[in-house]
């Protein structure tokens, strides 16, 4: 867990390297994968493709299997990485929790201006289902790839079905994978959740955004650290507040954006008193990074 | 004890995962790519006997096979829907008596090899057809899985799934699926814009293989030029022969190994010499290597990529126990 509040800098690390590497891992080695299993379809020629400068080799088929099995190295280990790493040790945040589903809808919703967002913990509940569904779907990918390559390698006349099977769920799979990738860029696009781009590159998100977005996780960091180092707490137990150093100034939208309902702003002030105080401005979204 | 539930590692649990990490490291994969080909059958064809049949209009072999692959492709749609970008269209069926070369509805035919071997001429006749490859690429990377090596091995393509897009074709060293356009299953989807047809080549003559019958080619071929059978004993009698003749033998090593062993008295570089590389009309190239042979090393690395990503979290979690007890230990000795 390298979960931490700068609170100095206005920060807050959300992702520690070893996250940042394997979301990167996965991310552009996928794309590789994408693109030459795309390649693995007879089209590079008829659609001129191969006529791109520096994509001649996308219509030999030997070429591009062997780009898709090195990127599936790099994939498949960092899934299995992924899995153990954190499975082992009882990481649950992005783990679906009761209610994920209703909440998500409320949530979709609100994307649209219609109601408001609850207050959230680290990860959104809609995120949570589509990093179970991606998952599962990559899961799905690597079971029925791993079957082709050994087929490939080992066992040219393996059973058919077998092979059709696997073949059936690697290509539609390769379907709901570029699904998967336009949704996930959709998702970062959308205004309220842009704060969070940087977080995927940095590791950091602004503080009065997480405070705002994520005060539940933020009382789940300061308990923590209460607990961890008793000592260091007592020397910073003032309340993490954003009076200080807001990294730009507001947008007339930014309160609506940031979308902490009065309910929800009274639960945080019931649960989370003696953590979170609200600022006194409203807070810039993610146009403060932008401008 | 805290501390140890925050990490959620147990020291059961590390201990566990450092005695497996040998146990692991020790997993390997097979260093030779090959299939259990016990089951396979293959085909000898002598060339010592063939004769091309220059007593009939049409080889019995070529014959044979167009008798009983007459009614296979359906009547190709009219017009042809019009592939875009390129326009290319395949129509052999205003062809179907073509018996010169390989084309979706001539799946075998005989090349003529008229050969001087020091000073000596000599002609030779050779059956050309799919040799049934051991790992064919066209099989193993038909991106529907159309095309496929069976247990009896033969390779067959399915002409219900098959969408034409001539990957077979391309991976193969000798270019013999053929395409149809204006048949298959690609006309009821996007016919302008993928898939443009059906490939058509050898099947083995898949179901008379089933009903435990020979392939049509051998067994009507007067000369007895043709042998099939399971493939330890074809592979026995090609050797056989090859060294009664003090001959060779086409098919062992071409392409990594193939389910047709051509034998003959004259070396196969002097008839592959006289082979002019042609559509429907391949040459004999020695030692054809088997393209896909070089990907096999990072298929197994694919392979043994899941033990690669365990084992890295099984030393990520190792560091992490390690530094989380040291700093255990300090705090406890500052705390003394």
């Avoid at chain 1, 008829?46 to 994509?55: E, H, K, N």
């Avoid at chain 1, 087929?151 to 099977?165: G, R």
């Avoid at chain 2, 090596?149 to 000798?174: M, R, S, Y």
């Avoid at chain 2, 083995?204 to 009903?211: D, G, I, T």
Wanted: glycine letters at 8%.
């Amino acid at each position: 867990m390298s979960e931490k509040i700068l609170k100095e800098k206005g920060l807050v690390v959300r992702h520690g390297a070893l996250e940042l590497m394997e979301h990167w891992f996965i991310a552009l080695s996928g794309l590789v994968l994408l693109l030459t299993g795309m390649f693995q379809m007879p089209m590079a020629g008829r659609y001129y493709i191969t006529s791109v400068p520096g994509l001649t080799w996308s219509g030999d088929y030997i070429v591009s299997l062997y780009v898709h099995y090195a990127a599936s190295v790099i994939f498949i280990a960092a899934f299995f990485f992924h899995l153990f790493f954190h499975g082992l040790q009882n990481e649950k945040a992005l783990i679906p929790q009761r209610g994920d589903i209703k909440a998500s809808v409320i949530v979709v919703k609100s994307f649209f201006g219609i109601g408001e967002e609850p207050p959230f913990h680290k990860y959104l509940p809609e995120q949570r289902l589509a990093y179970t569904g991606m998952a599962l779907l990559i899961a799905l990918l690597i079971i029925s790839g791993l079957i082709k390559v050994y087929k490939n390698v080992y066992a040219p006349d393996m059973n058919y079905t077998v092979v059709l099977w696997a073949t059936w769920v690697h290509n539609i799979g390769f379907i709901l994978f570029i699904l998967a990738f336009l949704g996930h860029m959709g998702a970062i696009l959308l205004k309220p959740n842009r704060p969070m781009i940087r977080g995927i590159f940095t590791g950091r998100v602004r503080l009065d955004y997480a405070i705002h977005r994520h005060p539940l996780w933020i009382e789940d960091m300061e308990k923590m650290q209460k607990k961890e180092t008793p000592e260091l707490t007592e020397k910073t137990e003032q309340p993490v507040s954003v009076d200080a150093p807001l990294e730009e100034a507001v947008d007339e939208s930014g309160a609506a954006v940031c979308g902490v309902s009065e309910a929800a702003e009274s639960k945080v002030e019931s649960e989370a008193a003696p953590v979170v105080e609200e600022p006194d401005t409203p807070v810039s979204d993610d146009n403060a990074e932008n401008k | 004890m805290e501390k140890q539930k925050t990490f959620g590692i147990s020291r059961r649990l590390f201990l566990k995962i450092s005695a497996g990490l040998p146990a692991v490291a020790g997993f390997s994969l097979p260093k030779f790519a090959h299939a259990d080909n016990s089951h396979w059958q293959a085909t000898l064809i002598d060339l010592t006997l063939c004769n091309g049949c220059m007593d009939r209009e049409i080889p019995a072999c070529v014959s044979a096979c167009k008798n009983i692959n007459k009614e296979k492709i359906p009547p190709p749609v009219s017009p042809i829907p019009e592939p875009w970008p390129r326009k290319i269209i395949e129509d052999w069926s205003t062809r179907q008596d073509v018996v010169d070369r390989l084309t979706p509805y001539n799946f075998i035919y005989v090349q003529k090899a008229d050969i001087e071997n020091g000073g000596n001429k000599k002609t030779v006749f050779v059956p050309r057809r799919c040799m049934h490859c051991d790992n064919p690429a066209c099989a193993t990377i038909c991106p529907f899985s159309a095309n496929h090596k069976h247990k009896n091995g033969a390779v067959v393509i399915d002409q219900e799934t098959c969408f034409g897009g001539v990957k077979c074709k391309a991976v193969c060293p000798w270019q013999i699926p053929q395409r149809q356009s204006g048949v298959g299953i690609y006309l009821h989807i996007l016919p302008n814009f993928m898939g443009n047809g059906v490939m058509y080549k050898c099947d083995l003559c898949v179901e008379r293989l089933s009903a435990l019958q020979k392939p049509a080619c051998v067994d009507a071929c007067p000369q007895k030029a043709m042998i099939h059978g399971a493939r330890r004993d074809i592979y026995a009698l090609a050797e056989e022969r090859a060294s009664k003749i003090n001959g060779f033998i086409y098919g062992k090593k071409e392409n990594g190994g193939t389910a047709t062993l051509y034998v003959s008295d004259v070396p196969f570089e002097l008839i592959n010499k006289t082979m002019k590389k042609k559509p429907g009309r391949p040459d004999m190239p020695v030692d054809v290597k088997r393209r896909m042979a070089e990907t096999d090393g990072l298929g197994k690395a694919t392979l043994a990529a899941p033990v690669l990503g365990v084992m890295a979290a099984g030393v990520g979690l190792s560091f992490k126990w390690f530094y989380r007890r040291k700093d255990q230990i300090k705090g406890e000795g500052e705390n003394e």
